[in-house]
């Protein structure tokens, strides 16, 4: 508290002011020791007392309005507020910390609104964006094949082909929108033992084709641990070692090779998995795991990407309450890895 703000400061120093002033004048006309001596007490005594109600009436009717609002403003409640306590010395001290913290929480509270509304904006045209392609796409292909391309055997099937293709990733594209939803809204997760190497075995299998393709094989590191039990949502860390597995081979080198390995850290199995591809540059990192983020959106979307497959891994993993993070260096390749508890 400062005293040098208080109504009892300010009272007694202009008591102290008055009284000296008059004591001076009674000195001079009466030179009279005893009569200066009453008068400095007498003038101190009395300004005192009547500084002292007028400003203490003054300040408290006026500030404890302010306070008021204010507590009422802060707590948006219009039945309590705040009362200013009738002791407070320094009642402008009390009003002027009061409306410090208020500016403090507004300022907060409109950032945060300003992060919404541009995330809310950036989001949507971002959904809007990646559902135009599909949708064009497949409106061309149909209104070609209707103006007579159905009757030319040489392209209608391609043509029609090309139509389901672009429907099945609209599809996906609202799948995946779907489980981000579904993720952020704190949907709980299913948690049971299973055994994390079968599992990561099964997602191999299910990627088998699309690696072959590109001559890509898959390897484990020797030395795993003994037990690989771990506390998950099985079918949600299936969908995260399919985007993890499906992004190495979309992204790693052909003829290449993806390695996995699983490490025991404790109370946690961490899982990497590692592809010999371009790799990623560092400034991309910190952002890779936001929705719709994409190194090179021109090569990931030829690679049919739109670039929510590491923002669900992200929602996923954090749902588990575990951690996800990527290492890479360019030309040599990148690593993924997430922890589970273990089993
Ligand atoms: N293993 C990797 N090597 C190099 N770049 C990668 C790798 N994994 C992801 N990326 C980069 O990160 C971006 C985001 O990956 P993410 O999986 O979220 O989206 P996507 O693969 O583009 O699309 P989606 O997974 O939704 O089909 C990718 O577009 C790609 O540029
Ligand atoms: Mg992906």
Request: one cysteine or more.
């Amino acid at each position: 508290m400062n005293r040098s703000r208080s109504p009892k400061f300010v009272a007694f120093a202009a008591s102290l002011i008055a009284a000296v002033i008059s004591s001076v004048a009674v000195a001079i006309l009466t030179k009279n020791f005893i009569a200066t001596g009453i008068n400095l007490l007498l003038v101190f005594g009395v300004c005192y007392f009547i500084f002292i109600v007028l400003l203490k009436k003054f300040i408290y009717d006026k500030i404890k309005l302010i306070y008021r609002n204010i507590y009422r403003f802060k707590t948006r409640s219009t039945e309590t507020y705040g009362a200013l306590d009738k002791k407070e010395s320094d009642p402008i001290g009390a009003v002027s910390k009061e409306v410090l913290g208020w500016m403090k929480e507004n300022r907060k509270e409109v950032n945060d609104l300003k992060k919404q509304e541009n995330y809310r904006r950036e989001f949507l045209g971002n959904v809007s964006h990646e559902l135009k392609t599909p949708i064009q796409n497949i409106q061309g292909y149909i209104h070609t094949l209707l103006d007579g391309a159905l009757n030319d055997k040489k392209v209608n099937e391609r043509f029609l082909s090309k139509a389901a293709a672009s429907a099945d990733r609209l599809v996906e594209l609202v799948e995946n929108l779907t489980t981000i939803g579904t993720l952020e809204e704190g949907q709980s997760i299913d948690i049971q033992e299973f055994d994390l190497l079968k599992l990561t075995k099964d997602v191999v299998e299910m990627v088998e084709n699309i690696a072959n393709e590109k001559s890509i094989s898959v390897v484990y590191k020797k030395q795993n641990p003994k037990t690989l039990q771990v506390h998950g949502d099985r079918a949600k860390i299936r969908q995260v070692l399919l985007n993890l597995l499906v992004n190495a081979v979309k992204y790693g080198k052909k003829e290449g090779e993806i390695t996995i390995g699983f490490y025991d850290m404790d109370k946690v199995i961490l899982t990497e998995i590692s592809d010999d591809g371009n790799g990623i540059e560092e400034e991309h990192l910190p952002r890779l795991f936001e929705r719709f983020y994409r190194t090179d959106s021109g090569r990931s979307r030829d690679l049919g990407g739109s670039g929510l497959g590491l923002s669900i891994v992200k929602h996923i993993i954090e749902a588990h309450q575990q951690t996800v993070n990527v290492r890479s260096t360019i030309g040599v390749g990148s690593t993924f890895g997430f922890t589970l508890k273990k089993g």
